[in-house]
C-alpha cells in the first residue's frame, strides 16, 4: 500500500514551480559570480598591498643606509674642517718672522747673537 502511494504522488507542474527554480538558479549563479569577483578583487589587492609594502621596506632601509652615511660624512667633514683651520693657522705663523726664529732656534739650536742656549732633560713623572 506505501508503494501505491508513493507512485500515485506527483509533483505538479505548474509555472509557479518553474518561476522559482529559475530564480533560484538565477540567485545562485549570481553569488557564484559576486564571490568569484570578490575573490579576484582580494587576490589583487593582496598583490598591491605585498609590493607596496616591500617597496615602503626596502626604501626606508637604504633611507637608514644613506643617513648612517651622511653621519660617516658629517663626522669626517669636521675632522677636515678641524685640520683646515689647524694649516691656515700654521700659514699665518709661517709668515711671521718671530715664530720662525723660535721655532728655528727651539729644533735646530740656533741662538742669537750672545745668546747661550741650556737643553734640559724632560722630568719623568715618578
Do not use: C, W
Request: hydrophobic share 35%; proline share 1%; charged share 35%.
Amino acid at each position: 500500500m506505501i508503494s501505491e502511494r508513493k507512485r500515485n504522488i506527483r509533483e505538479l507542474d505548474s509555472s509557479y514551480n518553474r518561476k522559482y527554480e529559475k530564480n533560484n538558479e538565477e540567485v545562485k549563479r549570481k553569488k557564484r559570480g559576486l564571490i568569484r569577483r570578490l575573490s579576484a578583487l582580494f587576490i589583487i589587492g593582496a598583490a598591491v598591498g605585498s609590493v607596496t609594502i616591500m617597496t615602503i621596506h626596502t626604501q626606508a632601509k637604504s633611507l637608514n643606509e644613506i643617513e648612517e652615511q651622511k653621519q660617516v660624512l658629517e663626522q669626517e667633514l669636521k675632522q677636515l674642517e678641524a685640520e683646515q683651520a689647524f694649516l691656515e693657522q700654521e700659514i699665518i705663523n709661517y709668515n711671521d718672522m718671530e715664530y720662525i726664529a723660535e721655532i728655528a732656534r727651539r729644533d735646530y739650536f740656533l741662538s742669537k747673537e750672545g745668546e747661550i742656549l741650556f737643553k734640559l732633560p724632560k722630568a719623568s713623572s715618578d
